[in-house]
């Protein structure tokens, strides 16, 4: 199962002033009202940040936690390159966008190909729900103000940290901070692999599977459960 965030997709758009622990407590309800707990969790890029939220406000409905793509808090750096997004958003049709911003989210070798790369943008121009720009900012500045660094140490939840070696908004060194912070976390970073595609949040319950899951996703769950036998084990 997949979740829209609010602000996203199908989901209603949200007055301003939200927390990525607010949309936390939006899959937490989600969660409940679905009886799918405790579910494995997955979350990517802002998901992650949304995740750690759900595992520390709501660990009874957390089977198991995978952080992918993903950080604790921003730094300066990182709060200005998501200011640059919102602003560019603003003044931009959505092709537009997404040209500009994807040599962020992919790694040099997606551009070898340019039938791929002008086939990703017509699939965000396709969206059937376009995501307007003051929606972006909202959930932009749950991002940027986003920091669990000193509340990482509660999470008590079998946790893999997932990065790509190109990664170059949450690079290893940040998503290996990540994981040190978090009690027995396993880490784990992929060769050649950029930053993740998606912001959201993906769940499976217990042993079953809702869905169509990618290849890259069975990996991850298949990841938690081994590491959920094994919770204190580590690998570089």
Same mark, same amino acid.
């Given at each position: 199962m997949a979740f829209d965030f609010r602000d996203t997709g199908q989901s209603h758009r949200s007055g301003p002033g939200y927390s990525t622990g607010d949309m936390a407590e939006d899959v937490a309800d989600w969660l409940m009202a679905t009886k799918a707990t405790p579910a494995h969790i997955v979350g990517q890029s802002l998901g992650g940040l949304v995740a750690q939220e759900l595992a520390l406000g709501h660990p009874q409905l957390v089977k198991s936690l995978a952080l992918v793509s993903t950080h604790a808090g921003g730094n300066a750096w990182r709060k200005a390159v998501i200011a640059s997004w919102v602003f560019l958003k603003r003044s931009a049709t959505t092709g537009e966008f997404t040209r500009a911003v994807l040599p962020w989210l992919v790694a040099p070798?997606?551009?070898r190909q340019?039938?791929?790369v002008e086939g990703l943008i017509q699939f965000a121009d396709r969206n059937s729900w376009p995501q307007d720009a003051e929606a972006f900012a909202r959930q932009a500045a749950a991002a940027i103000n986003h920091d669990t660094k000193d509340r990482l140490a509660m999470i008590q939840v079998p946790t893999l940290v997932l990065v790509g070696e190109l990664d170059l908004l949450n690079p290893p060194r940040v998503a290996g901070e990540l994981a040190e912070q978090i009690p027995g976390a396993n880490f784990r970073s992929f060769p050649a692999w950029p930053t993740c595609r998606?912001? !959201?949040?993906?769940m499976r @319950?217990? @042993?079953r599977?809702?869905?169509s899951w990618s290849t890259s996703m069975r990996n991850v769950f298949a990841d938690a459960d081994r590491f !959920? !036998?094994?919770p204190r084990r580590k690998s570089r």
């Open positions: 070798a997606f551009y340019a039938s791929q998606t912001s !959201r949040i993906n @319950s217990g @042993s599977s809702s869905g !959920r !036998r094994h």
